[in-house]
T-cell receptor, first 112, second 113 residues
Framework: NAGVTQTPKFQVLKTGQSMTLQCAQD?????MYWYRQDPGMGLRLIYY???????DKGEVPNGYNVSRLNKREFSLRLESAAPSQTSVYFC???????????FGQGTRLTVV | SQKIEQNSEALNIQEGKTATLTCNYT??????LQWYRQDPGRGPVFLLL?????KEKRKERLKVTFDTTLKQSLFHITASQPADSATYLC????????????FGKGTHLIIQP
C-alpha cells in the first residue's frame, strides 16, 4: 500500500520552463490537495479537488493549473516557472467527510 | 478571511514535562479541527481530530481540547520525550470538501533532555 506518491522528488527548472508535478493515491479517496511550503510561511493551499471532476482554487493559485485526471491522480502544472515558485510541494488526499489527510513525500523544486 | 494562528516561536520544554501548543482561529466556525506532526523534510502526519461537539480527545500521551467559544484548540503532550520534537500543525475545517484543508503555520516544539 503506497499511499500518496509524488513524482519527481527533486527538480531544477530555468525561469520560463514548464513542468507538471504528478500525484497519485491508492486509497480511493475523493479529495486531493496541492500545497507549497516555504520557510516561515507554513503550508499554503494552492488548489484542491473535492471529488473527481471538480477543482477549486486555494490560497495561492496564481501561476499554477491543476488537472484531476481520474480519482487516483491529481497533477499540478507550472506553465512558465518563476523563481518565486521555488518551494517544496506536497500533495495530499482524504475522504470528503472529516478524516485524516495523507501526504506524499514532497517535491523540492528550484527555479533558477 | 479565515485566519489560523499558532505560536510562531519555538517552544522549548524539558523532557518529562507537559508541552501545550495553542491554535487560535478567527472569522471561521469549523466543525472540526485536526492536528498534524511534521518532521524536517517530510510531509505532515495526522495525529488527532476533534469535532465541535467534543470538548476533549485523547490518544496515548496526546490530548486535544476544542473551545468553540474561545475559538481555540489546545494540544498537550504529556511526559514529553526528545522524540516528540517536531513542528505541530493545526487545521480547522468544515468537512464536505467544500473548503479545502488549510493549516496554521505550525509551532516548532523542542524537547530538551
Amino acid at each position: 500500500n503506497a499511499g500518496v506518491t509524488q513524482t519527481p522528488k527533486f527538480q531544477v527548472l530555468k525561469t520560463g520552463q514548464s513542468m507538471t508535478l504528478q500525484c497519485a493515491q491508492d486509497m480511493n479517496h475523493n479529495s486531493m490537495y496541492w500545497y507549497r511550503q516555504d520557510p516561515g510561511m507554513g503550508l499554503r493551499l494552492i488548489y484542491y479537488s473535492a471529488s473527481e471532476g471538480t477543482t477549486d482554487k486555494g490560497e495561492v493559485p496564481n501561476g499554477y493549473n491543476v488537472s484531476r485526471l481520474n480519482k487516483r491522480e491529481f497533477s499540478l502544472r507550472l506553465e512558465s516557472a518563476a523563481p518565486s515558485q521555488t518551494s517544496v510541494y506536497f500533495c495530499a488526499s482524504s475522504d470528503i467527510n472529516p478524516t485524516e489527510a495523507f501526504f506524499g513525500q514532497g517535491t523540492r523544486l528550484t527555479v533558477v | 478571511s479565515q485566519k489560523i494562528e499558532q505560536n510562531s516561536e519555538a517552544l522549548n520544554i524539558q523532557e518529562g514535562k507537559t508541552a501545550t501548543l495553542t491554535c487560535n482561529y478567527t472569522n471561521y466556525s469549523p466543525a472540526y479541527l485536526q492536528w498534524y506532526r511534521q518532521d524536517p523534510g517530510r510531509g505532515p502526519v495526522f495525529l488527532l481530530l476533534i469535532r465541535e461537539n467534543e470538548k476533549e480527545k485523547r490518544k496515548e500521551r496526546l490530548k486535544v481540547t476544542f473551545d468553540t467559544t474561545l475559538k481555540q484548540s489546545l494540544f498537550h503532550i504529556t511526559a514529553s520525550q526528545p522524540a516528540d520534537s517536531a513542528t505541530y500543525l493545526c487545521a480547522p475545517g468544515r468537512g464536505g470538501g467544500a473548503d479545502g484543508l488549510t493549516f496554521g503555520k505550525g509551532t516548532h516544539l523542542i524537547i530538551q533532555p
